[in-house]
């Protein structure tokens, strides 16, 4: 299965595309995970977007594309989730060239739908794991012990884009430059809405039925 998960910034991307990688024993691709990671490791490309990172703007494109064409050349027979990425109608539209020139598709698109007061709130309570990459919150998923990883038990950090000022420019960005993305995949009858604004599990429920339906009818 290929699979592309849209949804604004704190929407619950990540936490969900873990529990979809998981289930179906897919590669979970993040462009924003694998930039942070290139910002860590001090590379060229890392060094070109911490700018556009910490302001909440988007990397520009070139870099992204061939950055995430790179990652899904690695990706197993099981196939792929897409977090993150696509996020601008020009990443799309070469998404989908690439698949084809190697005649594939993507087979579902979801949409996490959540109101921007709520996700605004989540970013600014998220705190996550430098050392093994897990996800907390202040108020909704706490860990065992205060400000510590209950996996691996590194010190958490708050993400520097998750400050109030960032994050009101990343739901703009988000507005202007990723919601279009919804127009261009909607014709697809593989396009889900998903009530994101539920418990993590719930909103894993609503897209594993989702998926599972999908599964029986290409069966
Ligand atoms: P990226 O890392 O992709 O950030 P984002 O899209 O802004 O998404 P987030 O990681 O903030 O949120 P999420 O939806 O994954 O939510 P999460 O599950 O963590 O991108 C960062 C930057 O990189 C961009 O601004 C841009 O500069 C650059 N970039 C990345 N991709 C790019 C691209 N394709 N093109 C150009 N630039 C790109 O959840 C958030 C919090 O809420 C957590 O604390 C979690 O515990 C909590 N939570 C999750 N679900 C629920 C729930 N159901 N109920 C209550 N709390 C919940």
Redesign the pocket.
């Known amino acids: 299965m290929r699979l592309v998960l849209l ?1 604004s ?8 595309c873990k529990h979809i990688a998981a289930q179906y024993g897919l590669l979970h691709l ?4 694998i ?1 942070r990671n290139q910002r860590a490791e001090g590379t060229n490309l890392g060094k070109k ?1 911490q700018k ?2 910490d302001s ?4 520009p494109d070139e870099l ?1 594309i061939e950055m995430m064409a790179k990652a899904i050349k690695k990706v197993p027979a099981a196939g792929f989730i897409l ?6 109608l020009n ?1 799309a539209i070469e998404l989908d060239k690439s698949l084809g020139r190697n005649g594939q598709k993507i087979d579902a698109i979801l949409n996490l739908n959540v109101d921007d007061k709520v996700v605004a709130k ?2 600014t ?2 705190r996550s794991c430098p050392q093994c990459g897990a ?3 202040i108020e ?2 706490k860990p065992k012990v205060d400000s510590i990883c209950d996996r691996c038990g590194t010190a958490l950090l708050q993400r520097p ?1 998750d400050s109030q000022q960032v994050v009101a420019q ?1 739901l703009k ?1 988000y507005h202007q430059q990723t919601e279009p993305l919804v127009d261009y995949y909607k014709h697809n009858s593989n396009f889900f809405d998903i009530d ?1 604004d ?3 599990d719930e ?1 894993s429920a609503l897209i594993f039925e989702k998926l599972d339906a999908l599964a029986k009818c290409e069966a």
Request: charged share 20%; aromatic share 6%; no cysteine.
């Open positions: 949804g910034p704190g929407a619950g991307k990540g936490t969900q993040s462009s924003g995970d930039l977007a556009f990172m909440g703007v988007l990397v992204v977090d993150g990425f696509p996020r601008t990443q989540r970013m309570g998220r996800v907390y919150h909704n998923l884009d990343r960005t994101a539920r418990e993590p909103v």
